[in-house]
């Protein structure tokens, strides 16, 4: 009997995959990873509101663990706190202050979850890592290459932030719920008696209390300094509060009168300054990204059509990818695409296989 590590969150998409693992004959584990405390963390009574949004809380543990004695399996809660914090808390706070916009759910996956739980398997002697993501993983017997694929439920496919992967994490992780709908995952929930059956799920950045990343970000050492707001000509419009309180594309909230809406093109770190303008100076025809990984092929030679998402929730548009070096590719858009901003993940798509992605570096 296969061994089984299935991450639970205390959410209801871990519990029902974890529950389908255990009735596909896997001998599974549950394992919850103590990722950070804040001391926004609400009180028990607190969290016990149906909307609340938690994670890593007292609540969420208690969850997880009810649901792994309802199936009579082992729980363990583990704490990877140091590396949580080395790896994605450090990296978030880092790339908004160097002006980029970061992806901490990508860095999560990528070096704590396929990262350094992914490496424990040996040592708990357990053949796979389980988790909720809704993805398909498939073996392509032609390519002899793992394939990572969109979720038969398309409003919930979370392809993108598993870009990542290597063949040897593919060959070795289990997506239960990839070809399910969220709501056929919480009628099996509800029908099992699980506690989170009907539990929100959370929106927001999962160590930023209320969402408010920019309190975040002084509360560990990033604190405002007042700088230039310039058009596309240089010319001073007004002053910012803190540039990494603007992201690309952002209209809102400029703190600057104009005749027309503006929206940030541009963030400089080095030299304290935000660019606005028109919307179509947002638009940009092609991009470099770095740092590739290539999921269906073993790598990039010359070029290849495609579908590019710049963003979790934006829509693939074709494009035309490039290989620059062994890691960087270019990307050019068929159409002009706005909001591109660097730090985001750009992956690459064959209808709905994922090729590989990247991080955007530049936008032109």
């Given amino acids: 009997m296969k061994k089984v590590f299935s991450a639970m969150s205390g959410g209801v998409d871990s519990s029902v995959a974890t529950l389908l693992l255990k009735q596909n004959g896997y001998d599974v584990s549950g394992v919850m990873l103590k990722m950070f405390e804040t001391e926004d963390t609400p009180s028990c009574a607190e969290a016990c509101d149906a909307n609340s949004r938690t994670c890593c809380s007292f609540l969420d543990s208690n969850d997880a663990r009810n649901v792994a004695t309802k199936l009579g399996i082992p729980f363990y809660l583990l704490n990877y706190k140091d590396i949580f914090k080395n790896e994605v808390i450090s990296r978030f706070i880092e790339g908004y202050?160097?002006?980029?916009?970061?992806?901490?759910?990508?860095?999560?996956?990528?070096?704590?979850?396929?990262?350094?739980?992914?490496?424990?398997?040996?040592?708990?002697?357990?053949?796979?890592?389980?988790?909720?993501?809704?993805?398909?993983?498939?073996?392509?017997?032609?390519?002899?290459?793992?394939?990572?694929?969109?979720?038969?439920?398309?409003?919930?496919?979370?392809?993108?932030?598993?870009?990542?992967?290597?063949?040897?994490?593919?060959?070795?992780?289990?997506?239960?719920?990839?070809?399910?709908?969220?709501?056929?995952?919480?009628?099996?929930?509800?029908?099992?008696?699980?506690?989170?059956?009907?539990?929100?799920?959370?929106?927001?950045?999962?160590?930023?209390p209320n969402g408010k990343y920019t309190d975040f970000l002084a509360q560990n050492g990033i604190n405002p300094k007042i700088g230039d707001i310039v058009n596309t000509e240089g010319e001073i419009l007004g002053k910012h509060n803190g540039y990494f309180n603007y992201t690309i594309g952002q209209r809102k909230g400029l703190g600057i009168s104009s005749s027309t809406p503006l929206y940030v093109c541009n963030i400089d770190a080095k030299n304290n300054i935000v660019t606005v303008g028109t919307e179509d100076k947002?638009?940009?025809?092609?991009?470099?990204?770095?740092?590739?990984?290539?999921?269906?092929?073993?790598?990039?030679?010359?070029?290849?059509?495609?579908?590019?998402?710049?963003?979790?929730?934006?829509?693939?548009?074709?494009?035309?990818?490039?290989?620059?070096?062994?890691?960087?590719?270019?990307?050019?858009?068929?159409?002009?695409q706005k909001y591109i901003a660097n730090g985001q993940a750009v992956v690459l798509y064959d209808e709905n296989i994922v090729l590989g992605g990247g991080i955007i570096c530049k936008a032109n």
């Fill in 97 to 208: 202050k160097n002006g980029i916009t970061p992806n901490p759910c990508i860095d999560c996956n990528r070096y704590v979850k396929f990262g350094a739980l992914f490496d424990t398997l040996d040592k708990f002697e357990q053949d796979y890592l389980a988790t909720g993501h809704y993805s398909i993983i498939e073996y392509d017997k032609t390519s002899k290459r793992w394939l990572l694929k969109k979720s038969t439920d398309i409003t919930k496919d979370q392809s993108y932030v598993l870009y990542n992967l290597t063949q040897n994490q593919l060959s070795k992780t289990l997506l239960p719920l990839g070809k399910m709908t969220k709501n056929d995952v919480r009628d099996i929930a509800n029908e099992n008696g699980f506690i989170n059956a009907n539990k929100p799920d959370s929106q927001d950045i999962c160590f930023v």
């Fill in 282 to 336: 947002t638009y940009k025809n092609s991009l470099i990204a770095k740092d590739i990984n290539w999921v269906s092929i073993p790598n990039l030679q010359g070029s290849i059509k495609c579908n590019a998402r710049v963003r979790y929730n934006s829509k693939e548009v074709p494009a035309v990818v490039h290989a620059v070096d062994d890691n960087k590719i270019c990307v050019e858009f068929l159409e002009k």
